[in-house]
Every structure is written in C-alpha cells, then in structure tokens.
C-alpha cells in the first residue's frame, strides 16, 4: 500500500504534541518523533522546544512537507505520560495501518483519568501537612500545614477554571496560603508560622523545573533549557511575591 | 529512641508528603509507591552522609544521586519515561525552606542575611539539578554504547 505522507507527518507531530503536553522532557519529544517516522521507514526532520513541535520530511517525489504544532500551557500529567510513552514504543514496533495509529493516540487522549478534585485536595491535604511535620514541625503545625495546602488547592482549582496564568496563580496560591496560616497561627492552632508556610509552599516550588532546565542545557537544548529556567525564576518570584503580601498585609494591620 | 526520631519518622514524613503529592501529578497504582520509596530513600541517604561529609549541600547532592538511580533503575524495570519517578521523588530535597528565608530576608530589608540566604538555596538547587543530571548522562552513555554495539 502506498504510504500517506501526510497522515504519517500527522501522526508524528500530533505523537509529539501528546508526550509535550503530558510534560516529557524535549530530548524524549524529538526522540519518540525520529524513531516514528524511521518505523515507517522515513528519515524526516524534527524540533521540539516546550512549546512549539515542528516536524518535516521529504516525499518521493521531493517535496518537503512540513506540520508545526503549538503546545498550550501545560502541567504535568505522569499517567498520560506513561500512556502515550506505551503507545509510542508499540507502533514504533509494529508500524500499523496509519488510521489505526491516530486512533489509537485520539483514544488515549479521549480515556483520560485524572483523580476527582476531592481526591486531589486530599493530596495536598497530606502532601503540605507532612512537609510541615518534615521541616520540624510539631502535629499541629502539619494540620495547620495540610489546611494551608488544601487552600492552595482550591486557589489552584478556581483561578485555573477562570483561565488564570501561571504567575497570577502562583501569586494567588502563595498568598492564600500565608493569609490561612497566618489566620490560623493567631487563632493559636499553629505554633511555628514559618514550617507552616514551608510545607505548604512546596506544593508550589518548581523544583523539578530547575532540574529538568538544566538537564536540556546539558543536553545541549538550549532553547528549551532557558525558557524551562527563565519559567522556574518566575515561579520563584511569584511564591516569594505572594508570600510578602500576605506577610505585609498581616504586619500593616497589626501595626495600625 | 533518637532512632526513631532522628531517621525513622523524618523519612516517614517524606515517604507520606510524596504520596500526597502523587495525586497532584496524577500518579496511579504502584508508581506512586516507587516514587514515595525513592523520596524516603532519598532522605535516608541525606541523614547518614550527614556525619561523613558535614556539608548540607555535598548531602543533597548524594542524595539526588541515589534518588537519581533509583528512579533510573525503576524506570527500566518498568519501562517507562525516568520523569515519573524523579519528579516526585527529588521533592524532600527542594529548598523550600530557603526560598521561603530568602523572601523573608529580602523583605524585612536584611541584605547580608538575604544574599547568603539566596546563595545557600541555589548552591542546594544546584547540587540537586547536577546529581541528576550526572546519573541520567551516565545511564544515556551506556545505552549509547549498547545500542551501538547490537
């Protein structure tokens, strides 16, 4: 059967897109992409940076095709991941029938499963708590900690429902989360303010940004390095920022 | 007693903080296990070097590697992407503290304070983003190499 240029070049860019958006890191994006299009027996070319995927290749009769993908802002989904990751291996494997392969990828994407939100507040619930307990907290202050973390959560959920950007969000979890522990600090159920702070702000900390930022400048993506890393310092800036608010808030008032 | 409360409970605290934090990165099944397991691993590696070396940061930095190769490890076995694991696994390890000291430094006006303070936490950022990367590059050579070789 002839081969469809343009269904396999879909497939590729939309492959590429799937493992962006799930929040793999850029060398596994291109990679996946390349043995792709070599399992189809095509040598194309492919760039990835987070958040654009250009993908090209030459037909037999010599002329180049090319599909550019734009990648939304974008968190990180591990399970998606894993899918789409699975999936890749499989048709690199055994190169089906192209209609089959985008299916199959629009499927994964249509069977998504994600934890209920109640589930997910649990999660901070317990995640800010412990990091409280981890810093040297006592038991109350993880229980002020965990609340904290529960507010974020929600801060998260309802700015993200109304389209909110990244900084704006940080911002507005950070402060929430100081205002809670400051509220509850004075109602005399925290004890240390600052562990308090502490473990609930690691559930907003680009921790592993900064890492993977300097996992792609080594790896010798440079352009992906330094707009991961520019994204890390703002989210740096933006918890620091949301944190002072509140603090300030919370000094004017007591002073006046 | 000092057991308990001075290795056995702090790893605890990290093992249950990464689980919570899986539900946040939408982790299911046993992969949330791996990922807390390698957070607790992790931390123990911090504690015990912590008289050996007497520097947080070369800590934090022996730290990752462990964690790095766990994760490593994990993922072959599983065969999937290394992320997965290390993402929630570096987190006992983030600076939180130092951020949150930074800022607080930054805006009661302590400059000497803040810029030691700030030094301090990217040192720690930096120990972690190296120890990282240093497992992965080495793990990547040698697939290279196999790769190469079949």
Redesign the interface.
């Known amino acids: 059967m002839e081969l469809d240029y343009n269904k396999l070049l879909s497939l590729t860019a939309e492959m590429g897109l799937c493992l962006m958006e799930s929040g793999a890191e850029t060398y596994r994006v291109e990679e996946s992409m390349h043995r792709l299009l070599s399992a189809y027996g095509v040598a194309g070319e492919v760039f990835a940076i987070p958040n654009c995927i250009i993908a090209t290749l030459t037909s037999p009769e010599r002329r180049p095709l090319t599909q550019i993908r734009r990648v939304p802002a974008h968190g990180t989904d591990i399970d998606q991941l894993e899918r789409y990751n699975d999936l890749c291996r499989r048709l690199c494997r055994e190169a089906p029938e192209l209609d089959a392969a985008l299916e199959q990828v629009a499927q994964i994407g249509r069977e998504r499963r994600s934890y209920p939100l109640y589930i997910r507040l649990a999660g901070y619930f317990l995640g800010c708590g412990m990091f409280s307990l981890f810093y040297g907290g006592t038991l109350r202050d993880g229980l002020c900690g965990g609340v904290c973390g529960v507010a974020i959560g929600l801060c998260l959920a309802l700015t993200g429902a109304f389209g909110a950007n990244l900084f704006f969000k940080t911002v507005a979890g950070a402060a929430v989360s100081a205002l809670t522990a400051l509220l509850l600090t004075a109602a005399g159920l925290g004890q240390s303010l600052d562990k308090i702070i502490i473990g609930a702000l690691m559930a907003l900390v680009p921790g592993i940004a900064i890492t993977n930022a300097m996992r792609d400048i080594m790896a010798g993506d440079m352009v992906s390095g330094i707009s991961k890393g520019a994204e890390a310092l703002l989210i740096g800036a933006a918890i620091a920022l949301g944190t002072a608010i509140a603090l300030g808030l919370a000094a004017l008032t007591a002073g006046g | 007693m000092e057991l308990i409360s001075g290795y056995v409970l ?1 790893c605890l ?2 093992f ?13 099944g046993i ?1 949330m296990f791996i990922c807390a397991g390698g957070a607790g691993l992790g931390w123990l590696c911090y504690l015990l070097t912590a008289p050996l070396v007497g520097s947080d940061i070369i800590q934090a930095f022996l730290a990752a590697l462990v964690i790095s190769a766990w994760s490593e490890i994990m993922a072959r076995l599983r ?3 290394v ?2 694991y ?2 929630v696994a ?5 600076p ?2 130092g ?6 430094h ?2 009661s006006g302590e400059v000497d304070l803040f810029l030691s303070t700030l030094l301090h936490t990217l040192g720690l ?2 120990a ?3 120890g ?2 240093l497992v ?2 080495f793990v990547r050579l040698f697939q290279k190499r196999r790769e190469h070789r079949s």
């Open positions: 702090p605290y990290a249950l903080a990464c689980i919570g934090f899986c539900f946040l990165f939408n982790i299911h992969g065969r999937c992407p992320t997965s290390l993402l570096l987190f006992p390890l983030v939180g503290g951020i949150y000291y930074t800022m607080e930054a805006v950022a930096g972690l983003a190296v990282a990367l992965a590059s």
